[in-house]
């Protein structure tokens, strides 16, 4: 029996449920759903710890004779896990087999901050202990002939057995060409999905059989906690951090990604006045940060492509990329954008607004609560839309029956730009920076720069003597970098224009191999800025979103053109004279350096970059130093 009662889905307009890469709806989601419902449910009403142990046996009643597993003893047990990573706990930190969930309740609403990394956890028992990865020959082959399985092996693994092929598992390396090759269809091939789905070979069996996370190789995708049909992947979550803060009295903030706006029925103002009737103190668009988000990168690709000739740069806001560049590709790193992610922004720019005030990051991303728990000093809490969800359908709050007149955010009134909104879906990105190059440049001749060179000579200067020099280094006097390209005027395109845009999206296997290809040689890139997201499609596809992606990248769509259409300004107005200068933090990094640098040449630097080496704000190789 599953866990049903808060399985509640939603009408046709958003296909609300929980889901599989595919868009199918799963039981096993469903139940989840269920789960995190009551247990928020537990935190509103003030008794969690009270009623949580019997949430196992609610679910698998004794009445019910349709046990998932070997009996309904070993559904309880599970169960009782799902609850603790639900409520926030890591399963490799159990030290107490005895322990009831009524005591992690206690834990969970009496800890300060959510749990630490690594954050992703497995559960073992439920594990099936899939076996291992091979091709082998159904009863459909026809023992033909032709044989083009056992001449298109390159190993000689295929042999022919009274009247059939056989594969010889000791041979194979499973390639896979026997399989394209089969005119019946009778080659399959039997895969791990949580291995098959990672792209870089994160996830494996250990010893005890169930699959265990290599930490030293995770980048957080959770393509894993996708594609694993028994649910064994969890992420401790921080529902009841995010419920218990605003029960407490505490001001929460709700950052809402743009691909959330298309996961709710009804229109995005009827969804912001459900989070502030759920409690939230303000509600803002994360979209502004993306707007802001794209000037910088614009600037930063500017100075370090067009002025200075390197041969590419990437984006940043995608954290499964950078930390797969990061551990994968780390000669690539040199080329990732110094400017930090949306949510990044959003949250620096509230705590700037208010230092007291906390920051939950609603989206569609397993990697930004990753990414969040780095970032404590900005980001405190970071729930997806599956999550939001259940949290509104425990406090009885539908999202299309409330107002639809919004009175605007209490801290960033401001509507963002349809470059901001679009952010979520694939393109959207390098179409933003490419939207902002003209107010960029437009800039840049109005307000001669203060060179970067001269801003980090000076700093450094002051820093080792105390007193601020007043002019240009000599070691700024010798940076010679070109011309720029002339602005046009508005409304007119850059003819012709110096960002060259090129993608990748999913951040599968495949990808992991161009990244590393571009790292041994950038200048064979198809373009000069890449932008990369791991999900296909976009952060709209994220594996914590509850539409599938057709359904909201056609509702995103819809909203980042309805902007488009009342907005009286546009990115280019935006970004022009913005007063806190790009060019005094264009290098500054937000991410962690590498612990282990490759073994390559040090390459010839740029005279920014070099000023920056000189000055100890980036290492020999070029890459920033935090």
Known sequence: MYFALEDQTAGPESSEKPRTESGCVTAAVTFERGLITRVARGVIHGDLEDIVNRFPIEAHPKEDKQSSRCCRHKDRAITKYRLMAIMGHRLEDETDEAKPLAAYAHEALAREKPTVQPGMTVLGESC?????????????????????????????????????????????????????????????????????????????????????????????????????????????????????????GKRVVAMIAPAILANFPGSVEQFYNALKALGFWDVIDVSLAADRCSGIECEEFVERVVEHHEPLMTTSCCP?????????????????????????????????????????????????????????????????????????????????????????????????????????????????????????LRDAHAHPRQSLEEHVADAAAQATTGVAPATATAAAAAAAPVELPAAPAKGQALEPCPVRPFYISPLDKKAILQLKAYQRDPTKAPGNLLEAMCCDGGC?????????????????????????????????????????????SVHKRFHEVPEVIPATPVPAQTPVTQMLIDSGLMDKHGRPLD
Not at 185 to 214: F, N, Q, T, W
Not at 380 to 390: G, L, P, Q, S, Y
Not at 540 to 565: E, F, H, Q, Y
């Open 540 to 584: 709209i596809a994220g594996p914590g979103s509850i539409v599938t992606k057709a359904v909201g990248m056609a509702k995103l769509k819809k909203i980042a053109d309805a902007r488009a259409n009342m907005l009286t300004r546009d990115l280019e107005d935006i970004l022009v004279g913005d007063p806190e200068s790009v060019r005094k």
């Open 320 to 440: 499964a990329y950078y930390q797969a560049v990061k551990l994968h590709a780390p000669g690539m790193y040199r080329y990732v954008s110094g400017t930090p992610s949306p949510m990044q922004f959003c949250g620096d720019m509230v705590k700037h607004a208010n230092p007291e005030l906390l920051t939950c990051f609603v989206g569609p991303c397993t990697a930004k609560r990753a990414e969040g728990l780095r970032r404590k000093d900005t980001i405190d809490f970071v729930v997806t839309a599956n999550e939001m969800k259940c949290m509104l359908d425990a406090a009885e709050i539908d999202v299309a029956k409330q107002p639809t007149a919004w009175t605007g955010s209490v801290l960033f009134p401001q509507i963002a730009t349809l470059q901001g909104t679009n952010f979520a879906l694939g393109k959207g990105v390098a179409a933003a920076v490419v939207a902002a190059l003209p107010a960029v």
């Open 128 to 248: 099936r202990n899939c076996t291992p990865a091979a091709y082998f020959v159904t009863n459909a082959c026809q023992g033909c002939v032709a044989r083009p399985c056992m001449s298109t092996c390159p190993k000689k693994a295929i042999s022919r057995v009274d009247g059939q092929a056989k594969i010889d598992p000791d041979l194979c390396v499973r390639c896979g060409a026997c399989q394209k090759v089969c005119p019946y269809h009778a080659i399959v091939k039997l895969a791990v999905p949580c291995e098959e789905a990672c792209p870089v070979g994160a996830i494996a069996k250990g010893p005890s059989g169930h699959a265990e996370i290599d930490w030293e190789k995770c980048i957080h995708c959770g393509q894993c906690q996708l594609h694993c049909p028994f649910s064994s992947v969890l992420d401790p979550l921080q529902v009841v951090d995010v419920l218990k803060a605003m029960k407490g």
